[in-house]
């Protein structure tokens, strides 16, 4: 029993070999009545036959098929069909047009594509071409497409032949013998005939690369083919030969004048291939995205192209232009590879793995671009959109919508008015609100001169006189779309703009004569975009429903302000109203007067003028001007955005008068209101565990030393601890440091212990901290002299009998500082209060005539250490003096004990 | 007498630690370690620190205590060092006032020997010799010292010679 698919092969079989030379095949049908199989079965199982290779089927209605064994026993048997499949072929070679594959065949090239094909198509046997390009740009692929053109297109049916002129530079009579062919005996060596590359070519295409390296002779004989389509091999004398070879030419020559001019006169058609550098951006990612597909097809892995390599491709000046571009995408490739084994991911293409040689003197391209995904098993490539140009071609496609739905009738032009005004306030608000610029602005301020310089010629016609305003935002506008356009097909764009050309031609006129202004600062690739879009803006700014009575202008000092102020306003009342005119920060008052002067000539001077400055003298303004226009001039000084508006609403209803602009006057006294900080006093929070000690003296000290502007407050170390910055304390003053005996960890207030507190090298540099703007180094200084006075004083006040403590402190540390001086040794905050405390006491005891006299070893002492006891005794000398007393070698002793102990005194003896 | 009580000796001095008690003490008596039983001293961090500085300089470590753990203080640094390098740690023990070493006696501090210098002059108080002025309060906790430390005395320097302590001042 066969199964219903080797009834269906058998019956195909057996009918096929029945035919009549006149029918086409089978049909399907007739199988499935034959076999009573569903006929949809049948159909399935023949395709798949077709698909195999084991049937041929038309493309007719009905399909016939039949087994391709029995067609290609006698094809010439089945004549009809033969007639058909050939008609078949031509038809699908005319579908298939070769140049399709070519990226920027629609765009960049889409001159050059034309160019060829027309070289193609030239009758009667096409025009031979020169194609010329940078290195790499793709001629040769070009070449191999315009054969393939012109082979589907059926006028060659020959091969595709190549000769690199540059491979026989050396050898030009090898070249010539190459091209043209031999006889036998021309030359040693030649010993049979053999034909040269013309011959071969015949019915086809012979593409000569770098023809410049081609010898003059052999130029010539080639110009002696194309004029007569005949030629003479090397060594031929008499017999010439012929053919029908089609010629391309390529060269990278544009400097070799003499190649060049001979050739230029010779060559019917001269083709420019333009470089990478000059592709637009959409074909340069083509371009890299394909690059990559077809690594990813050898690779098997998808990739993923990060964006910022995709944008170092696109911007990069590739001398070798696309050659160059493959052999780096071969090596970025291959690096990526070497670090990513694992091949069940995709593989990602980061900056690192791009070609060191490319990477040098690359600086980061200002113009970000997107991941590519390349998914190698489709072939596909995705871009990853990005939000402002899905968003820029959103907003195309609601302009182009709106447009078609306008008729001419005037409601509908009033509604298209006001849709179009909402589309293009949506579009301003995005630029200035929205879009994050990256280019910088000088490119910004240069477009907008370029607009405002164009705009300012339609005034009159238009009443788009706001031009300063309108210029920057449309620069903006132009930006956008220049940042974020790209070459894809926008449904309808042409249509629409015919349309607009047909319904408002002057605005539309006037928006192409902008965009052609603006292509000469900026590369733009879909020009009729930016035509839509500043028609769009234009159209939305014309507001000659209610024709304005009064001129309004805005003029002030610094870059944009009155230019800012007028495009809040006029968009606060949705219409235009006032100008805005910008003058340089030190621009005088004439200067001023002759930039006015440029916007009366575009105006009607007799209405009435309002100017709302900043500041200046209006007498000598309104001086200045008077001569200059014809009709009332109004002026008002401290111009502000509340005012302007309130005015604006005036000029908008025509009920500006002289009288309300008074009572306006007045009405914008400017209200102050003066916001106090709540000051809270910089104060130094103490936290003594014990009360003792620091609090005291810090308090008395710091505000002598600040005249009282720094409070001390104390604080409950515990409550202080516990509550931190969240004590009731911190909403009360503003601590600017904490001083205590233990660290109550108070976040970000600095905290100084007491003891770092009477040590300047900590204190000092902690409390100009705090208080960066209170202290000099200096009153530190002192504050910290003091600082370890009182505390001396307070250690010492109480157990002195008979001294008083205020004049001993201070006669000890004369003492103190001479024996420093003396000993030339700096003592430590901690050795001098030492010191002071003894002192203080050896005085009082020695007064009282008690002098501690039981120094061991005093002779001893005494004989080793006289240079110490002479400086002591010296700067001790205004005490023996004051109080008349003799302070004897032992309690010197005493002192060189405390003092060698801390500061090495051994070498000073 | 035990070996322990030999290794503490007791300095009455309202300074309590100078420049001289570090340094001329040290020489004569060649103790190891400095105790201050003071409830004032204990929390007064910069004092404490311009002490440290003083006894540091002469190679000693200071235990800064109050009165109430002073005994405990002694008696751990005494079992902690005991019979280390084979001499007797020395212990210096300096309080404020009489009081103290009365507090530390009676919670079992056995010293070797008590002196008193620096009781400066204050209301109510009696000179009785060089820089001691006492009150009865004074003379009574002397009183009491002396029935655990015999040797107990007014003394200015490690070199100077003692004096004894009335028992009672003089009309």
Request: neutral net charge; aromatic residues 8%; glycine residues 4%.
């Amino acid at each position: 029993m066969l199964t219903n698919r080797e009834r269906v092969i058998q019956l195909l079989l057996t009918t096929s070999q029945d035919l009549a030379p006149n029918t086409l095949g089978v049909s399907a049908q007739f199988i499935s009545k034959k076999l009573a199989i569903q006929r949809s079965t049948v159909s399935l199982y023949l395709n798949e036959l077709v698909r195999n290779g084991e049937a041929l089927k038309t493309s007719t209605r009905p399909v016939y098929f039949i087994a391709q064994s029995v067609y290609e026993a006698n094809p010439q048997r089945f004549i009809h069909l033969n007639e058909h499949l050939e008609q078949q072929k031509t038809a699908q070679t005319a579908k298939v047009d070769p140049f399709k594959q070519l990226i920027g065949a629609e765009s960049s090239l889409k001159n050059v594509v034309n160019q060829i094909k027309s070289a193609v198509i030239y009758p009667p046997n096409g025009m031979s071409c020169l194609l010329v390009g940078d290195s790499g740009v793709g001629k040769s692929y070009l070449a191999q497409l315009a054969y393939e053109f012109a082979k589907r297109e059926g006028f060659v049916t020959g091969k595709f032949t190549v000769l690199n002129c540059a491979e026989y530079a050396d050898n030009p009579e090898l070249l010539s013998s190459i091209l043209f062919g031999h006889v036998k005996g021309a030359f040693t060596g030649a010993e049979a005939t053999r034909e040269g590359l013309l011959a071969t070519a015949k019915d086809g295409y012979l593409f000569l690369d770098e023809v410049h390296r081609l010898a003059p002779e052999s130029q010539e004989k080639l110009f002696q083919y194309m004029d007569k389509g005949t030629y003479r091999p090397v060594g031929e004398t008499k017999a010439v030969y012929e053919s029908n070879a089609r010629l391309i030419f390529a060269t990278t020559e544009k400097q070799n004048i003499d190649f060049l001019q001979t050739f230029l006169r010779r060559i019917p058609m001269v083709i420019q291939i333009p470089s990478f550098h000059h592709r637009t951006k959409q074909e340069k990612l083509d371009l890299i995205a394909n690059l990559f597909l077809n690594e990813a097809h050898v690779m098997h892995r998808n990739i993923k192209i990060s964006a910022a390599v995709a944008a170092l491709l696109v911007n990069a000046e590739l001398p070798g232009n696309v050659g160059k571009l493959q052999s780096i995408v071969k090596l970025t490739c291959a690096e990526s590879l070497l670090k990513q084994r694992d091949t069940t991911t995709s593989l990602l293409i980061k900056v690192a793995d791009l070609p060191l040689d490319f990477m040098t003197n690359k600086s980061q391209p200002s113009v970000t671009g997107n991941p590519i995904l390349i998914n190698y098993h489709d072939s596909e490539i995705k871009e990853v959109a990005i939000k402002e140009r899905t968003k820029l071609f959103e907003f195309a496609t609601e302009i182009i919508e709106i447009t078609q739905q306008v008729g001419s009738d005037d409601v509908s032009r009033q509604q298209y008015f006001e849709v179009t005004a909402r589309i293009a306030n949506k579009i301003a608000d995005f630029v200035s609100f929205d879009l994050r610029r990256h280019r910088d602005g000088s490119i910004l301020e240069f477009l907008e001169t370029t607009i405002k310089g164009i705009l300012g010629n339609f005034y009159l016609d238009f009443g788009i006189n706001r031009f300063n305003s309108n210029s920057h935002l449309l620069a903006l506008i132009v930006l956008f779309l220049n940042d974020f356009e790209d070459d894809r097909q926008v449904a309808d764009l042409t249509t629409t703009l015919v349309q607009l050309q047909q319904q408002f031609g002057r605005r539309y006129n006037l928006s192409t004569q902008l965009v052609q202004a603006i292509a000469v600062q900026l590369n733009l690739q879909n020009p009729e975009l930016y035509t839509l879009f500043i028609f769009n803006f234009i159209f939305a700014q014309q507001e000659q429903l209610i024709p304005i009575k009064t001129n309004a202008v805005i003029v002030t000092h610094g870059y944009s302000t009155a230019s800012s102020i007028a495009t809040t306003v006029n968009r606060l009342l949705n219409g235009s109203v006032y100008e805005g005119v910008d003058m340089p920060l030190d621009a005088s008052i004439s200067e001023v007067v002759s930039e006015l002067k440029r916007y009366f000539r575009t105006i009607n001077t007799e209405s009435d003028l309002l100017l709302l400055v900043d500041m200046g003298s209006l007498t000598q303004l309104a001086a200045m001007l008077e001569p200059h226009y014809d009709g009332k001039i109004a002026m008002m000084t401290n111009v502000s955005t509340a005012m302007a508006l309130v005015i604006g609403q005036d000029i908008l209803k025509n009920q500006l008068t002289t009288d309300r602009l008074k009572k306006i006057a007045v009405q914008q006294q400017p209200q102050t209101k003066v916001v106090i900080p709540v000051q809270k006093a910089k104060v130094i929070l103490t936290t003594c565990i014990t009360g003792i000690g620091a609090a005291k003296y810090l308090q008395r000290i710091v505000t002598d030393s600040t005249n009282g502007s720094i409070k001390i407050v104390t604080k409950d170390f515990y409550q202080l601890k516990q509550n931190g910055l969240q004590d009731p304390i911190f909403d009360q003053y503003n601590v600017k440091l904490i001083i205590g005996t233990d660290d109550p960890n108070v976040k970000e207030i600095p905290y100084l212990s007491v003891e770092e507190l009477i040590n300047p090298e900590v204190g000092n540099r902690i409390f100009l901290n705090a208080f960066p703007d209170m202290f000099s180094q200096q009153q530190l200084t002192k504050m910290n002299q003091a600082m370890v006075r009182a505390f001396t004083l307070d250690n010492i006040a109480a157990n002195l009998a008979v001294l008083d403590p205020q004049i001993t402190v201070g006669q000890v540390e004369q003492t103190v500082l001479i024996l420093e001086r003396s000993l030339g040794r700096k003592m430590d905050v901690y050795l001098r209060i030492s010191l002071y405390m003894h002192l203080c006491f050896m005085v009082e005891r020695i007064v009282q005539r008690e002098p501690n006299l039981d120094y061991h070893q005093v002779q001893q002492f005494q004989k080793t250490h006289q240079h110490f006891i002479q400086i002591t005794t010296d700067a001790l000398s205004d005490i023996q003096h004051y109080y008349k007393i003799t302070i004897p070698v032992s309690e010197i002793g005493f002192i060189y004990d405390i003092l060698n102990s801390r500061l090495d005194l051994a070498n000073l003896d | 007498m035990t070996t322990e009580t030999a290794n503490v000796v007791v300095r009455v001095d309202n300074r309590l630690i100078h420049g001289q008690i570090a340094v001329t003490w040290k020489q004569a008596l060649e103790f190891d370690a400095v105790v201050v039983p003071d409830d004032q001293l204990v929390n007064d961090q910069l004092n404490k620190t311009i002490m440290n500085m003083a006894l540091q300089s002469a190679n000693l470590t200071g235990y800064f205590v109050s009165v109430s753990n002073g005994a405990k203080m002694i008696a751990r640094l005494k079992r902690e060092h005991i019979s280390l390098l084979g001499k007797p740690f020395r212990i210096f023990v300096v309080c404020r006032t009489p009081a103290a070493v009365r507090a530390l006696v009676e919670a079992g501090t056995e010293a070797e020997t008590v002196t008193l210098w620096n009781m400066f002059k204050q209301p109510g108080k009696q000179k009785i010799a060089g820089t001691v002025y006492m009150d009865q309060a004074d003379l009574d906790d002397a009183a009491v010292i002396k029935q655990h430390v015999p040797d107990t005395s007014i003394q200015g320097s490690p070199y100077a010679k003692k004096i004894e302590i009335p028992t009672t001042l003089e009309e």
